[in-house]
């Protein structure tokens, strides 16, 4: 189930992603042929528009910082707790292994403690994989925000 929301999660990231840099190409087209359009000379709405072009990637850049920092505060907490399991896995295991009397016993010991840290490991792995993609989609969102709108504002009527 999990590993299903994250092919989902990493489809939406690049469809977004493509669609953020198609709406981006549109809008950089628009604006700098009236750059050119102005020249030295812009009007009201040409400078309006301009000065607009500086604060939208400011305030975007804002967001997404924002928003991608509390993401990886989140996963460094994460990867925190499952280190911290893994420390307790490890220590319980060797004082297991102490209290062998033999080899079987040892062995036993040995194989738990393994499927114990492989089973961590492999979970660790998924959530990094969802967390990660979920900074990135959460990291694009005001970026694609702004340029979707852009593109159908600034779309030739």
Do not use: C, Y
């Not at 009007?43 to 309006?48: E, F, G, T, V, Y």
């Not at 393994?114 to 490991?121: E, H, M, P």
């Not at 967390?131 to 694009?140: D, E, H, I, Q, Y």
Request: net charge positive; proline share 2%; no cysteine.
């Amino acid at each position: 189930m999990r590993k299903k929301h994250t092919v989902t999660s990493l489809f939406d990231l690049a469809r977004k992603t493509t669609e953020t840099a198609a709406a981006s190409a549109q809008t950089i087209h628009h604006r700098t042929r009236r750059m050119a359009k102005a020249g030295l000379t812009p009007n009201q709405r040409d400078r309006k528009e301009f000065a607009l072009m500086g604060w939208e990637k400011l305030e975007a850049a804002a967001e997404a910082s924002a928003h991608v920092g509390t993401e990886w505060l989140r996963l460094n907490q994460r990867l925190g707790a499952i280190a911290a399991q893994q420390a307790i896995i490890n220590a319980t295991a060797m004082f297991s292994l102490f209290g062998n009397r033999n080899v079987g016993q040892m062995m036993q010991t040995q194989s738990a403690w393994n499927r114990k840290s492989l089973a961590l490991a492999n979970q660790a792995g998924s959530e990094l994989v969802t967390a990660l993609t979920r900074s990135a989609s959460k990291g694009l969102k005001p970026v694609h925000s702004r340029a979707t709108k852009n593109a159908r504002r600034l779309k030739p009527r």
